[in-house]
């Protein structure tokens, strides 16, 4: 596999979803990255990872059960960019 270029959040599929979303994302190089999900009033709901990853390609999966229906954001945050993508929960 190839080193990607860019940080990117490549794909979130389906969405809208219904529990469970998928997210890819790319990693250009190796560093510490976290990906938190917030409600749609910016409260950090739950943290899906906070750890050391080297660079490449990822996929995380999120399990929104006993969560409400609404708009919730994905946020991949590493030392020098914060990446955002919206998300829609449909019960």
């Known amino acids: 596999d190839s080193i990607p270029e860019i940080l990117d959040i490549h794909k979130v599929y389906p969405?809208?979803?219904?529990?469970n979303v998928t997210i890819s994302y790319n990693l250009p190089k190796s560093e510490?990255?976290?990906?938190?999900?917030y409600d749609i009033s910016g409260e950090i709901v739950t943290n899906l990872t906070s750890n050391f990853q080297y660079a490449g390609s990822y996929t995380i999966e999120?399990?929104?059960n006993g969560f409400p229906s609404g708009i919730y954001i994905v946020a991949i945050k590493t030392k020098s960019k914060i990446l955002t993508k919206k998300l829609m929960l449909l019960k």
């Open 15 to 19: 969405n809208p979803f219904n529990p």
């Open 32 to 37: 510490h990255i976290n990906i938190n999900i």
């Open 62 to 64: 999120w399990n929104a």
